[in-house]
């Protein structure tokens, strides 16, 4: 059994500061502001190490993404981020780790693991910088190797309009609709062979651009 299968069992408790951010910051932002609303959150593994992965269009994408989902997930983010005031502050409180830039993937990818055994979900965004269309256009196979060598499935996640509310041109934010929508679990590439990493990656595009092309969802949730 590798660590990963013995990191089922625990389930990390937030923080207080965590959960203050959460409730007191990024709650009213994106439930009143930006009329956000969630779907699929029932896919979401409740504990054990998991790999989160996502579409990246907005700086809003960290701090929506650890509220929304039902629990806490640990991020990897560039570095300078954490110089940006308040934004700083926020994803770190939200359990955001800084990785320098041309650092080597390998002190990345032990950063990562490490959080993983402990039972964490890892948030990564697959293109690894923002795109100006929200979709997930060049995908690295980061996330696909974390997964490879945890054992720990990945889960899609949509972010849609964070692009539009705050993208990476927009000085300030424009109130339009957000919406969180989750995919099913994808079990972990077959091996660590280049061609697997691809395999799961693509796989984890089309997961996460599908749920994007969906027009915006009124009513119930519609994936249960």
Known sequence: MNQ??????????????YRM????????????LFRGRCFGM????????????ANHG???????LGHTLPRPVSFMAKAELFKVPILGGLIRSLGAYP???????????????????????????????????GRVENPQLGAALLSARSGAPL??????NTHRAFGPNQSWP?????????????????SKRRADLEATTKACQEAINALLE????????PFH
């Open 4 to 17: 990963a299968i013995a990191s089922l069992s625990l389930r990390p408790r937030p923080s207080i500061s």
């Open 21 to 32: 951010v959460q409730w007191l910051l990024v709650a009213p932002i994106f439930r009143l």
């Open 42 to 53: 029932e896919r979401v593994p409740r504990q054990g190490g998991l790999v989160v992965v």
């Open 58 to 64: 907005s700086h809003l994408d960290p701090p929506l």
């Open 99 to 133: 990785v320098s830039r041309g650092a080597s993937d390998r002190e990345a990818i032990r950063t990562a693991l490490g959080r993983l055994e402990k039972g964490w979900a890892t948030g990564i965004f697959l293109d690894g910088t923002r795109q100006l269309s």
């Open 155 to 160: 889960l899609p996640v949509a972010l849609v």
């Open 174 to 190: 424009r109130l339009v609709a957000i919406q969180i929508r989750v995919g099913l679990p994808i079990p972990p590439p077959a």
């Open 214 to 221: 969906l027009p915006l969802i009124a009513g119930a949730d």
